[in-house]
């Protein structure tokens, strides 16, 4: 069974740019959640989608935002990039809302 | 505000030693109470988890314990291998969703 694939791997954007990432979750997992992870602030909760709706949301300014579609992929995005979103993002997914698997993450750079 | 607590920052351990690794949690609401375990480059794996109506889990050298009354959970790691070598999270969650609330982490080198 393949597990959590996020695209891509690496980003470097220039403040200001928006980018989206990609999350693939493990098949059959309808449950999506999304990380940002950095070494001062540790691992913070983004938003949560289980079928293509936003469950649950942390913390985080308007410019990060979501979205899950009918297969369960999800994608984030964020716009207007600041040198503070400099992070690796982690998407998790989950089938009984207990068990969470993490992808790789997708290291963002802003410059 | 930091609903789940972790201790040490940086731990040293001899090969063959036990490793232990602390948590607290200030909502008494959650339910589920994963570790997780993270090389460099690599993206958190569970390693072992517990819910509140048992005190204590075993899975190989790894063993979770849980103090209810006390709002607090460690984890130990029996006869500690330089492969156990990472950074170590713990987590809570509520029943039924995904959410996971992680302490800061702990960066675990065991010397050969």
């Known amino acids: 069974k393949a597990g959590v694939t996020q695209t891509p791997r690496y980003l470097i954007k220039t403040r200001g740019q928006q980018v989206t990432l990609s999350c693939s979750p493990i098949s059959g997992h309808r449950s999506v959640s999304w990380y940002q992870q950095t070494p001062g602030q540790g691992l913070q909760f983004l938003f949560e989608y289980f079928s293509e709706t936003q469950r649950n949301k942390g913390n985080f300014p308007g410019r990060f935002s979501g979205r899950q579609f009918s297969n369960s992929r999800s994608e984030m995005n964020v716009s207007t990039l600041e040198l503070g979103d400099s992070a690796l993002y982690l998407c998790a997914s989950s089938s009984s809302g207990f068990e969470a698997f993490f992808g790789q993450g997708t290291r963002l750079t802003v410059v | 505000q930091q609903q789940v607590k972790q201790s040490p920052q940086s731990l040293i351990v001899q090969k063959g030693g036990i490793s232990i690794i602390n948590c607290a949690y200030e909502?008494?609401?959650?339910?589920?109470f994963p570790w997780y375990q993270q090389f460099p480059g690599k993206g958190p794996a569970l390693l072992i988890a517990i819910r509140p109506d048992v005190s204590e889990k075993k899975e190989g050298r790894f063993t979770i314990s849980f103090n209810k009354s006390a709002k607090q959970f460690s984890l130990h790691i029996m006869d500690s291998q330089p492969g156990d070598s990472a950074t170590y999270f713990c987590?809570?969650?509520?029943?039924?969703?995904?959410?996971?609330?992680f302490g800061k982490g702990t960066m675990l080198l065991v010397s050969p």
């Open positions: 909502n008494t609401a959650f339910d589920y």
């Open positions: 987590a809570a969650s509520f029943s039924g969703y995904s959410t996971l609330t």
